[in-house]
């Protein structure tokens, strides 16, 4: 946890830094942060994050759970896909009591300081999306041309790097209230297999990215950050909250989601699930076997990522599911543990409202 030497405003200076991603940083301090957090990860405390036996050592499973602990806000958090901006604009961003349900307006990092709040991203914290479409085409050109470290390329990793380093900080600091899944682009190596697929959209991302990674850091560097996606949850549950990154293809019982990262089938299962792919009833089984909310009104739901929407959100599963990534919007949901989530009233966006209503992207706020 953070020191008084290293205050809340002294930590958001070093968000911030992250989000101007000015240049590469150094392989020392990836590697040196990036093993930090794995040792963080790997020590979680089994109250929360309970273990699997993996040849006689207990290791932090696939789940975390916190049913039937205290009962605060959970701030879900779609897929960053490069943008530490969207991180400094969630911690900055202040919670109003009405949606939160807190006795205050306050700050999401102070919050996080006070263990009123939890925050938790679906992940895919590396490779932009279609902001930087025409980047990516100029990127594939200089790939094309044995070019691995391009200047396209550069760009492009300077802002992926800064975002997926802004999130270790962020775990490292808030080690039991913030926490990030694992998504189907935490995959620094571009495997096929481990419940991994490589990756493609625009040009052909996942074997740029790790071709950019060994030739300019080496293979420290891409180890440590191999050790740090497989080190990653794949799910969070609450009394009245499941949330992975994709939407499940089939039900899972607690015991397949805690010792998912020992099957291919269930990473699978919830990193990389299609529209219309999953079995149908998948989200109201898994909600029914995990989430028991105290009030019995309150119904609970299911929240993801993955999948582009337009707007907001969209829903799925009969209403049990809610879609929340928009790549060119930077939306939370703020889900209480008293009432029944609202799309409409409790999916907000973060970004400062003179960037916002103008519908600028990648923009960054100053500090308070």
């Known amino acids: 946890m953070k020191t008084i030497l290293d205050s809340t405003q002294e930590f958001l200076e070093k968000i911030h830094a992250y989000s101007l991603h000015e240049k590469l940083p150094s ?12 040792s963080v990860l790997r020590s979680e405390n089994p109250s929360y994050r309970p273990a699997l036996t993996l040849q006689d050592e207990k290791i932090a499973g696939g789940l975390l759970d916190f049913r039937g602990q205290k009962e605060i806000p959970c701030v879900v958090v779609p897929d960053i896909h490069a943008r530490a901006d969207f991180i400094f604009n969630i911690l900055n961003f202040i919670l109003p009591k009405k949606i939160s ?20 991203l679906v992940g895919d914290l590396l490779h932009s999306e ?7 085409l100029l990127a594939y050109d200089e790939f094309s041309r044995g070019d691995f470290t391009g200047k396209a390329m550069k760009s492009e990793m300077r802002e992926g790097l800064a975002a997926q380093m802004a999130v270790m900080e962020c775990k490292c600091s808030w080690q039991e209230n913030f926490h990030c899944l694992k998504g189907n682009h935490e ?9 991994n697929f490589s990756f493609r959209k625009f040009a052909q991302e996942g074997e740029m990215v790790m071709r950019f990674m060994q030739a300019y850091y080496g293979d420290e560097v ?19 909250l499941f949330v992975s990154h994709a939407e499940p293809l089939e039900p899972l019982d607690e015991e397949t989601v805690i010792n998912a990262p020992l099957f291919d089938e269930a990473i699978l299962a919830l990193t990389w699930t299609a529209n219309d792919e999953a079995s149908s009833g998948s989200v109201k089984k898994m909600l029914k076997a995990f989430c028991k909310p105290k009030d019995k009104s309150v119904q609970p739901i299911y929240i993801g990522g993955h999948r582009p929407v337009k707007g907001k959100f969209n829903l ?29 009233t409790q999916i907000v966006s973060v970004e400062p409202k003179d960037f916002a209503s103008a519908g ?9």
């Open 187 to 195: 995959n620094i190596k571009n495997e096929n297999g481990g419940g």
């Open 101 to 120: 349900g807190l006795q205050n307006d306050i700050r999401i990092a102070d919050a996080l300081d006070e263990n009123e709040v939890r925050v938790v």
């Open 316 to 344: 799925r599963q009969n209403g049990c599911y809610v879609q929340l990534h928009n790549p060119l919007e930077q939306n939370i949901a703020i889900v209480r543990a008293d009432q029944t989530f609202d799309c409409e």
């Open 130 to 136: 279609a902001q930087n479409y025409e980047r990516w």
């Open 360 to 368: 600028a992207s990648g923009c960054t706020a100053s500090l308070p």
């Open 222 to 240: 891409l180890n440590a950050i191999y050790d740090f996606e497989k080190s990653l949850p794949l799910a969070f549950c609450t009394d009245n």
């Open 27 to 38: 392989a020392q301090k990836i590697s040196s942060l990036a093993k930090k957090t794995v």
